[in-house]
């Protein structure tokens, strides 16, 4: 009833950018909490950022200072500024959110497919 849809991954060089957005679309009551989390072959599934309702943020030591979360309410979107990039930046990223769905009782967790994001010379 809910889904969340990334974009913007790709192939960048060290030292690059990217900015990843991850859109909340269908029978959405409340978006709450907003997340990206990552994941390379062979590992566990890592937080990399989240943000609240109310903008609160929260990074991996690995990111901070390099990457920045956003959202925007009116649009039910999050975004991911990542700069200067590393090749151990190379993984799949996912969006997550926390949302309530129109006519429910509690709030759900809803995970994006995943855009892949390649570090590379």
């Known amino acids: 009833q809910v889904q969340v849809v990334e974009s913007g991954g790709g192939l960048v060089q060290p030292g690059g950018s990217l900015r990843l957005s991850c859109a909340a679309s269908?029978?959405?009551?409340?978006?709450?909490?907003m997340g990206w989390y990552r994941q390379v072959p062979g590992k566990q599934r890592e937080l990399v950022a989240t943000i609240t309702i109310d903008g609160s943020t929260n990074y991996a030591d690995s990111v901070k200072g390099r990457f920045t979360i956003s959202r925007d309410n009116a649009k039910n979107t999050v975004y991911l500024q990542m700069n200067s990039l590393k090749p151990e930046d190379t993984a799949v990223y996912y969006c997550n959110a926390d949302v309530r769905v129109v006519g429910a009782l509690w709030d759900v967790e809803v995970w994006g497919q995943g855009t892949l994001v390649t570090v590379s010379a």
């Open positions: 269908g029978s959405l009551f409340r978006l709450n909490a």
